[in-house]
């Protein structure tokens, strides 16, 4: 494919999950270094639609390029090397509960990287640091608050340096300082690295402070795309009432 | 017939799961850390659960024995007696049920919850395998631990039978070791010792397939557990029939 084709691009995806149709024809975009909020309510597919970016669930019709890869026809090694590209922060944080905070990065960095020990230390610190919890390395993720493990999640999430980030729900169910919080980080990597975004959302605060674009999703279809003016100002009574 | 169908389908998803373990036990990378802790973890997690049971099953079997034989003027082959049935038969599949109730409902439980918070996943997109990382190793520490924990039940069995006859009957020791050790044959213990290893790989495999699929919540978590346990259990018995056959085929009576 050509290098002036978008970094994320799904082109006509359909899912089904035994009768129940989930999704019904998706196409979305994201150009290197944006970032774009696909938003709606819960049980439209929003994750679902997040976990075909990373192949974790493969389409019944329809293309998902990563990088200019079908990453839907990927297999094995292939696949994993793409998935190192992209970092993927889950809607619960997903970090082992078996391992401390370091170790739970270590992890990652260890299997990935040719660094010594002494620098993959150096490294966890340095993300620890910069999702503002210093002092979480020797802990255990039940002895975080979802705030807190929310963001070392996203540590954990970019600790490769990935070219794309996707957030699953990044804000829901965190208080409004934590909102922020987790929403600037974001931002900051789009800042400081370049990277690319797709958050999937229903929190408007969130998807104010991070989006460059933003698709309305519901009952499997993208109703509406644009900037998040053009989506709230959009006449089809769903956003509207999504929107309020 | 639907249930049947289900059952059948069932099993063979089972089969391929299986399949699927042989296949990847041979390709790297191998989880020989993760290995290691899982079988220390099977070890010291149910060594003292085998060995209170092996020693109550001793002393048990030695008490109710006595009456039995000493009815037929037989008391003089109690340490044979206990010696046979505790080694080739007792120790094995009570260490293997005691088991299949105590890792299988730990493994489903465990993965089951990995699962559901999406631990499994964000293992997948960091390309951590975790097919081999969860799966293979706890299979394969099974396959080890359970002839092991085997052996230890069966010392302790012996053991404690020992020990109630000599506090009821003053049973010299070295008479009960004699008269228990002749009547064993090496090939007898050394297959069902063995054999355990076949009922860890079962209840190792039916823990990890419950658990790794699990979808929904806490709720379908508790009931792979129970599941786990209760399909553990019953291969192990099936399995125990299947091999005691074979023995006898290989080794006669
Ligand atoms: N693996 C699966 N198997 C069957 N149904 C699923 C699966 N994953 C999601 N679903 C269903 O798809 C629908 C959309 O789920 P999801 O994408 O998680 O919604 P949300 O937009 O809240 O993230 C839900 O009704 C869910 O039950
Ligand atoms: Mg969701």
Known sequence: MSEFQPEILIKDVHKAFGERKILRGVS???????????????????????????????????????????????????????????????????????????????????????????????????????????????????????????????????????????????????????????????????????????AITHDLLCAEIIADHAAFIFDGKILAKGTLQELRSSENPQSQEFFG | MQGFTRILEEIGSIATFSGKVFLQLFRRPFEGRELIRQMDETGTKSLVLVLVTGCSIGIVLSMQSRGTLARFGAEAVLPSMLALSIVKEIGPVITSLVLAGRLGAGIAAELGSMRVTEQIDALEVSALQPFKYLVITRVLACVVMFPLLTIACDIVALLGGYVEALLSTGLDYRQFIEQAFSSLQLSDVLFSTAKTSVFGFLVSIVGCYSGYYVRGGTREVGQAAMRAVVIGSLLVLLADVFMVRLSLILFGS
């Open chain 1, 28 to 198: 979305v975009s994201a150009e290197r270094g944006s970032t774009l909020a696909v938003m709606g309510g819960s049980g439209t597919g929003k994750s679902v639609l997040l976990k075909h970016m990373i192949g974790l669930m493969a389409p019944d019709s329809g293309e998902v390029w990563i990088q200019g890869k079908r990453i839907d026809q990927l297999r094995g090694s292939k696949l994993d090397k793409l998935r190192l590209r992209i970092g993927y922060l889950f809607q619960g944080g997903a970090l082992f509960d078996s391992m401390t905070v370091e170790e739970n990065l270590d992890f990652v960095l260890g299997r990935h990287t040719a660094l010594t020990a002494p620098e993959r230390t150096e490294q966890i610190h340095e993300a620890i640091a910069w999702v503002d919890l210093p002092h979480a390395a020797p802990q255990y993720p039940a002895e975080l608050s979802g705030g807190q493990r929310k963001r070392i999640a996203l540590a954990r999430a970019v600790i490769l340096r990935p070219d794309i980030l996707l957030c699953d729900e990044p804000t829901t169910g965190l208080d409004p300082v934590s909102v922020r919080n987790v929403s600037n980080l974001i931002m900051r990597l789009k800042a400081e690295r370049g990277i690319t975004t797709v």
